[in-house]
């Protein structure tokens, strides 16, 4: 008896570790393409009114925020970044970028939710690729010199409060 349930302990172990296709292990959920420390690759953003924003010219902190409007929590974290103090950060920009999100789109999110910074579409992922798989919100904290801080997931209920440089 003692064998037969360890054989069926060991099987089911082995099966935890894979994907059922083969002998391929189980990826993460989510994985975020950039690290603490590395530069943001992206120089020039264009917004959803044509306006250019050249990030290495622009000496201040930035908060990039990869969303999207059909997504409640994507949601919950613009309304809470609204409410917060960070809004009134003069030394931070905050940039929204819309996973395949058109210009229009975003236009009326950003009428609907009152957002005062500056919206960026990306409807082919094009921009969201370079950083994540899977998953939005994601907040991106990058420094001065554009390296980055921190990478947040934004499904947690108060991820506002670990955006902390």
Known sequence: MKTVLTIYLIAFLMGC???GNGNQPVKEKYQTYISAGQNFPIEKLIDINGSEIHLNKINKKKLVL????WCHDSQRTIKDILASDLVKDHN??????????SNESL???KNEYQVSFPLISDPNK?????FANIGVPR???LDENNKLVKA???EDQRTI???IW
């Not at 990869?66 to 409007?69: E, M, S, V």
């Not at 905050?94 to 996973?99: D, K, L, P």
């Not at 094009?126 to 370079?130: F, G």
């Open 17 to 19: 570790s894979s994907t």
């Open 66 to 69: 990869l969303f999207a409007t």
């Open 92 to 101: 931070l920009i905050i940039i929204g970028i819309g996973r395949e999100e």
């Open 107 to 109: 236009a009326k999110f």
């Open 126 to 130: 094009d921009i969201y690729k370079q």
């Open 139 to 141: 907040l991106l904290l």
């Open 152 to 154: 947040l997931i934004g």
């Open 161 to 163: 409060d670990r955006i």
